[in-house]
């Protein structure tokens, strides 16, 4: 029968979700260091621990050496119990013998609680990491314990605590304590102190959540959130666009009579939300995002490049207010949606900005020439304007006319000098080696610092930075940390950097099989080359057809290559030197053998080879010391 303490044991083990395993092991480190502990035994000394769950006891087994006498009881036994353990023990040999102290039992419970419980700390808290590490990005729900003015503390599941900081709080919003919160979750950090979740009402992605568990239509991917724009607390524009045809994005968001979308905006306490369709065209798009402001006169637009794009949006003078929004905050939120810079303007004053364009801008006097009755009229009715008096329906007709027809021809303009600027562009990568755009920008020879802020700057390889500078030198003087000198390293190397020659592979020659020949015997003959091959080549033309038979490929030698006289003669020279010194140097070695044996030392003769032309043989010269004087023998 299974004692008290296995049943509690497996108990916890069941209630808390932990390994067996994991529990036993660190229940016997557990009680390994207590047992050092209570004895003062070395940690050298190997000892191990036996818990019988099913008794509820525990054993302790040191590692011991047997010894004829006893000096210290902790590290030694006698031979005659180590014989009860082993017949086989010997003096000096080291065995395990029980050493379960005689109080060990009240030292092991303590040991094995402190075990399990921090064994179950370390798995609550790995669980609740794992667990929320999962949930960044999604909606949780918790109970509020405590809020103060720098942050809320939200109780979550697994016993985890959520921080909701003041930053991440609606502006206005407040609490009740004890009330159920939904929050989203941004982060999730294991540090020293605990685990720290950290929450958000003010996220966008919070209010992106909201509508994907609102709108069915959202979650199963029918309707696509394309952008969301928001200010909390105050108003949010939603960009949405149907994956399927016949599908209302707009209509399935709002919900019949806006019951999802009012759901939403009680979670978000009373924040205003725009549900507007997405456009594929920027100017369509731009004039659904301004809305409520109804109707809009007219939307141009100009984009010099990626990031400069700036649409100049024309509504009627009753609209401008609404278009813009309190604090401009309708135009902001609208211009964060889109992605472009937003100019708001009345009629009036495009027409007036129309006007001074048409005067001052040289590239405009054809039309200005043409428009010149329009421009009075407009000039006259911009100054009724200005004395307050009302205008017409004909009269705001008449400027948006006018408006449309120059900002128009501005549009044109841009488009001619976009695709001059782009034809330029195109030119000068032409005229930059391709090698350049493979090379990653970290790798060019330049100071880390400097490619630290060209690669944050956008410019991901050489060839960007290359294209830069010839393009627009000023720019990247222009970022902060590159100074003057810095400008000069750069144009310097891109104006004297050199890339390594290309490797040429030569083609592979095409050998023919020479035509099965008989063999003929080669003869020299002056100018007959030429004539013995044209006789082979006209019997190949005059002969019949036959039936081809492969044949052997017959491998011709290399012919020797003809050598003058001159180099012959230096060759023979210097293979009869060659044999001279092999017979010099074995005269040497013999002599070096007899001085050996007679046990005598001298030094090797000198000697010089030369050849005699005359004689046309090698001569070695020797030099002997002879009384302080060099003589030479021949």
């Known amino acids: ?67 004829d006498s006893i000096i210290d009881a902790r590290t030694e036994v006698l031979l005659d119990e180590a014989r009860m353990i082993d017949p086989d023990a010997q003096i000096g040999d080291l065995i395990m013998v029980e050493s379960t102290p005689a109080d060990f039992g009240r030292i092991a419970a303590s040991t094995a609680r402190q075990a399990i419980q921090q064994k179950i700390r370390d798995a609550e808290k790995s669980q609740q990491f794992e667990f929320f590490s999962r949930q960044v990005g999604e ?61 958000s009402h003010t996220h966008r992605n919070f209010l992106r959540r909201l509508l994907e568990n609102e709108v069915p239509e959202i979650y199963h991917g029918i309707v696509e959130i394309r952008s969301i724009a928001r200010e909390p607390g105050q ?44 456009k594929s065209d920027p100017a369509a798009y731009i004039e659904k995002a301004i809305s409520p402001a109804k109707p809009v006169i007219g939307v141009y637009l100009s984009q010099t490049t990626s990031e400069n794009k700036t649409a100049t949006v024309v509504v009627p003078e009753d609209q401008l207010s609404l278009a813009i929004g309190k604090e401009g905050q309708n135009a902001r939120l609208a211009a964060k949606l889109t992605g472009w810079r937003i100019d708001i303007l009345s009629v009036p004053e495009a027409a007036s900005r129309a006007l001074i364009k048409m005067r001052e801008d040289p590239s405009l006097q054809d039309m200005a020439a043409e428009e010149a009755e329009i421009m009075t009229r407009i000039t006259d009715i911009l100054k009724k304007k200005e004395d307050g008096k009302a205008l017409t329906s004909e009269d705001n007709t008449l400027m ?35 090698r350049a755009f493979e090379m990653p920008i970290l790798d060019v020879p330049l100071k880390e610092h400097i490619l630290a802020i060209l690669q944050e700057a956008g410019m991901e390889n ?129 002599a070096d053998q007899k001085q050996d044996k007679k046990g005598k030392g001298k030094k090797k003769k000198g000697y010089t080879v030369e050849y005699d032309p005359d004689k046309e043989e090698e001569i070695v010269r020797y030099k002997h010391k002879k009384d302080g004087d060099w003589t030479e023998d021949w």
């Open 139 to 199: 909606i949780i729900s918790g109970v509020l314990q405590a809020v103060n003015r720098m942050q809320a503390t939200i109780g979550l599941d697994l016993k985890a605590e959520g921080t909701m900081l003041r930053k991440d709080m609606i502006p206005g919003e407040r609490f009740r304590m004890h009330e159920r919160i939904r929050a989203y979750v941004y982060e999730v950090k294991d540090t020293p102190k605990g685990l720290q979740i950290m929450l």
């Open 462 to 590: 050489f060839g960007d930075l290359m294209l830069q500078v010839k393009r627009d030198p000023d720019k990247i003087l222009s970022l902060n940390g590159i100074g003057p000198k810095a400008m000069e390293e750069i144009q310097t190397l891109v104006q004297t950097y050199q890339f390594p020659a290309l490797e040429t592979v030569p083609e592979p020659v095409s050998e023919e099989a020479p035509a099965h020949e008989e063999p003929a015997t080669a003869a020299v003959v002056e100018g007959g080359a030429e004539a013995v091959v044209s006789e082979v080549e006209a019997e190949a033309v005059e002969a019949p057809a036959v039936e081809t038979v492969e044949t052997p490929a017959i491998v011709e030698e290399p012919a020797a290559e003809e050598k003058s006289f001159e180099e012959l003669f230096k060759l023979e020279s210097l293979h009869r030197e060659e044999k001279a010194r092999e017979l010099v140097s074995e005269d040497e070695d013999s």
């Open 400 to 434: 948006a006319r006018f408006v449309d027809r120059v900002e128009k021809r501005g549009e044109a303009d841009r488009k001619q000098e976009d695709a001059a600027a782009q034809a330029e562009l195109k030119a000068l990568r032409a005229s930059i080696d391709p």
């Open 235 to 278: 108003r949010a524009k939603v960009a949405v666009s149907a994956t399927q045809m016949g599908i209302d994005p707009v209509g399935a968001c709002v919900g019949q009579r806006g019951v999802r979308i009012q759901a939403i905006v009680n979670e978000l306490h009373g924040e205003k939300i725009d549900i507007i369709e997405w």
């Open 1 to 67: 029968m299974k004692s008290e303490f296995a049943l509690a044991f497996n108990e916890v083990l069941e209630e808390k979700q932990l390994p067996r395993e994991v529990i036993m092991s660190a229940l016997e480190n557990a009680m390994i260091a207590a047992y050092r502990k209570a004895v003062g035994a070395s940690n050298a000394q190997s000892v191990k621990v036996e818990i019988d769950m099913d008794k509820g006891s525990v054993k302790v087994f040191a590692e011991k050496e047997v010894s």
